[in-house]
């Protein structure tokens, strides 16, 4: 059964050609001499970005290669305009961060609802001869062609915006966390990789506040290397404020567990160790006090844990708390998105673009050269795109 949950997409965009003006001379019975009165060509259509808070995923785009503005209409007789090609807006989730597929550059971030960005700006429409009269040129017989469209594969990927991510090893409870704590229903049951796509789930506080957690599928040891899941999701807790560790309190040694887990994280994104971290020691259900008791002085010392029980909720009230308080501290604000928090060393074919910008010291390019662009009868379809 195919997953609703997309969070990769590959799209061929064009923005729309400006259209020629009109080079046309005025000749009629009653005014033989009218002179010119070519039009100018219309604007051909821009490709825009767009956030939009009603998707979560990249599903609406999974099937849609390629994504085509409207050429600008040609200049006519008695000076009309050509008309205004339609602009395509692209509504993403907010979260959404853009590369450009052939140079593996930053594009753009797609942050908010409501932001747009102009991926590929329309041609100009070119001038009719109207525009070039003059006293001593009164009958120009010359127009402008309208400016050439713009080109560029891009390649979409959606980070999902949360406070706190949950990280641990396959069946270490997190789902199951996820689903005491709020409403969200992700998979549940007594086996390995139960979780195969992220989820989100509001947590409620005192005085009707609340936060945002995510849940992804579990990591193992290896994952850097393409084990188990690899490293996939792991894009998704990027953005998270806070990372909450999970190990199950039946494991033989916790705190080799947890640094097997933070290993993985320095791999795949080294800047992911500065996020504040609190460890939940889980299934405490199956501990008695005395045995808790002496775990607590086998636990890292550079970390705060908490003992929680998902099943029973034991421990629950004050894992909130810690979180909360964790998440309003000073020290742990929500840091402003710029394009280097948003890089993604995924599969590792991106993993040096940090170098690169750094280098060049450019933050974003939102367009092509026009050298680069070529017309509509010589385009060639990537067949390589998904």
């Known amino acids: 059964m195919e997953s609703n949950f997309v969070d990769y997409v590959k799209i061929c965009c064009r923005s729309g050609k400006g259209g020629r003006g009109s080079m046309h001379l005025r000749h009629v019975k009653y005014n033989p001499n009218g002179g010119p009165d070519g039009g100018d060509g219309g604007d051909g259509g821009s490709v825009f970005l767009r956030g939009n808070h009603n998707y979560w995923t990249l599903l609406h785009l999974k099937y849609q290669r390629h994504i085509f503005a409207q050429h600008g209409g040609n200049g006519g007789k008695d000076k009309c305009h050509g008309t205004k090609g339609k602009d395509e807006y692209i509504d993403v989730p907010c979260g959404t961060v853009v590369y450009n597929a052939e140079t593996g550059k930053f594009v753009c971030d797609i942050s908010y609802d409501g932001q747009v960005v102009c991926l590929l700006k329309g041609g100009r429409g070119g001038l009719g001869n109207f525009q070039f009269r003059s006293p001593t ?167 705060q844990t908490v003992f929680i029980s998902a099943v029973t909720g034991y421990g629950l009230e004050e894992l909130k708390n810690v979180l909360w308080k964790e998440l309003n501290s000073e020290s742990n604000k929500l840091q402003t998105i710029t394009a280097e928090d948003t890089l993604v060393h995924r599969d590792k074919d991106l993993g040096s673009l940090q170098v690169e910008m750094a280098a060049e010291g450019e933050d974003a390019i939102l367009f092509v050269d026009e050298d680069e662009v070529e017309d509509l009868d010589d385009f060639e379809y990537d067949e390589e795109l998904p």
């Open 137 to 303: 040129n009164q009958a120009p017989r010359y127009a402008q062609p309208g400016e050439p469209m713009q080109e560029m594969t891009i390649i979409m990927e959606l980070k999902l915006l949360a406070d706190v991510g949950l990280v641990g090893f396959p069946n270490a409870g997190k789902s199951t966390l996820l689903s005491s704590l709020s409403s969200a229903r992700p998979k549940i049951a007594n086996y390995p990789f139960t979780t195969l796509e992220p989820s989100l789930g509001i947590v409620g506080y005192h005085d009707k506040q609340s936060f945002v957690m995510a849940d992804i599928p579990g990591i193992i040891e290896g994952a850097s290397e393409g084990k188990g899941l690899g490293l996939r999701f792991l894009r998704h807790i990027e953005r998270n404020s806070l990372l909450l560790f999970m190990v199950p309190g039946d494991t033989d040694d916790i705190k080799h567990e947890y640094e097997v887990l933070l290993g993985e994280l320095e791999k795949f994104n080294p800047e992911m160790l500065d996020k504040h971290r609190v460890l939940a020691v889980t299934k405490c259900d199956l501990l008695d006090e005395e045995l808790i008791e002496m775990l607590r002085e086998t636990l890292p010392d550079d970390v």
